[in-house]
């Protein structure tokens, strides 16, 4: 991804499977009621998966859900509504229907000092990896030693 487009949520083609049933929904009242689901996607990372629950959970609580018949209320995923004034229902009139994050603010630009440009990332990031990568053998390698000496 290029910096333009790293900075964008990009939003797929439905909920998951887990989100949904995170957020107490089943798949098919999910698609009843306009909620896109793809049973083929899934979360690898858990904050992400509890952003969408959150916004499914909020979706779920604006949600109104009339009656079919007059007298008959059936109760489910979200009940149907008895009785509504009309002055607390209104037309949504957004773009989305389920409200996007906020974008993140970006941080300020910091003056390079001397100290900054000393340190070598790179060399220091790698030095990491190569301890990582071979922290076993050394330590196996530490015991082999220690075993012959005594």
Known sequence: MTQRYSSKVRY??????????????????AR????????RRHDPNEETLQL?????????????LFPRKENKIR???IPDTAQIAQSSVSQNTS????????????QTPKKITKDITEVKIF???RQL?????????????????????E
């Open 129 to 149: 990896r190569i301890n990582e990568k071979y922290s076993g053998k050394r330590i196996k390698k530490a015991k082999e030693e220690a075993a012959k000496k």
């Open 95 to 106: 773009k989305h229907v389920i409200e996007k994050p906020a974008k993140k603010v970006r």
């Open 12 to 29: 797929g083609k439905g909920f998951s499977l887990q989100e949904l049933s995170k957020a107490k929904i089943s798949p098919a009242f």
């Open 123 to 125: 060399r220091k990031l």
């Open 32 to 39: 009843s009621v306009g909620i896109a689901v793809d049973q």
């Open 52 to 64: 969408n629950v959150q916004r499914l959970e909020s979706y779920k609580s604006k949600l109104i």
């Open 75 to 77: 109760q489910g995923d």
